[in-house]
T-cell receptor
Framework: DAKTTQPPSMDCAEGRAANLPCNHS???????VYWYRQIHSQGPQYIIH???NNETNEMASLIITEDRKSSTLILPHATLRDTAVYYC???????????????FGSGTQLTVLP | KAGVTQTPRYLIKTRGQQVTLSCSPI?????VSWYQQTPGQGLQFLFE???????NKGNFPGRFSGRQFSNSRSEMNVSTLELGDSALYLC?????????????FGPGTRLTVT
């Protein structure tokens, strides 16, 4: 599986955009980038995923570089409730049969400050 | 739609005992995966069930087992509990189909072995 590298922690002021980077330089052409977050003592929450194009949903935007070696998760207007550990994951190829297995790294602890 | 539910939310057992955890997936989801999360090891994949059949299995000893019922509800069982089995056990469900690999997690069951 392709590995991901994320900064261990980041702070963001409430109301400002939070930009969380992820490096996945060994990603394969058919692997997706997924983002999850986990608020303390709760189960991980799916945020967004993408393959090549930038994606946006009601929670966040995902910007993937053209070479797909890195991506950025953007929370446009961070709130205190966005404080969580954010995980960037590269999903195994569908043909591997283990695509539903998710391997979480250390993630980024995002702290939104009032 | 109701989310993934897990019962019980908290459990305290002693070494040598066995425990059964329950997971009810989102309505319509046929895949249920189980994960163990500990501070030291992070999130580790236990196994996945689909249509009552185990489809994938992680690297855990045979003391960890599971099953899925015809209504897609799943249980996991841990026999002969060890102190190291203390963890947050997470269940995740997902839809079938090639493009349905988003996994939705439950709140988890916090197991403490004393």
């Amino acid at each position: 599986d392709a590995k991901t590298t994320q900064p261990p922690s980041m702070d963001c002021a409430e109301g400002r955009a939070a930009n969380l980077p992820c490096n996945h330089s060994t990603i394969s052409g058919n692997e997706y980038v997924y983002w999850y977050r986990q608020i303390h003592s709760q189960g991980p929450q799916y945020i967004i995923h993408g393959l090549k194009n930038n994606e946006t949903n009601e929670m966040a935007s995902l910007i993937i570089t053209e070479d797909r070696k890195s991506s950025t998760l953007i929370l446009p207007h961070a709130t205190l409730r966005d404080t969580a550990v954010y995980y960037c994951i590269v999903r195994p190829p569908i043909s591997s049969g283990s695509a539903r297995q998710l391997t979480f790294g250390s993630g980024t602890q995002l702290t939104v400050l009032p | 739609k109701a989310g993934v539910t897990q019962t019980p939310r908290y459990l305290i057992k002693t070494r040598g005992q066995q425990v059964t955890l329950s997971c009810s997936p989102i309505s319509g989801h046929r895949s249920v995966s189980w994960y163990q999360q500990t501070p030291g090891q992070g999130l580790q994949f236990l196994f996945e069930y689909f249509s009552e059949t185990q489809r994938n299995k992680g690297n855990f000893p045979g003391r960890f087992s599971g099953r899925q019922f015809s209504n897609s509800r799943s249980e996991m069982n841990v026999s002969t509990l060890e102190l190291g089995d203390s963890a947050l056990y997470l269940c995740a469900s997902s839809l079938t189909g090639v493009n349905s690999y988003e996994q939705y997690f439950g709140p988890g069951t916090r197991l403490t072995v004393t």
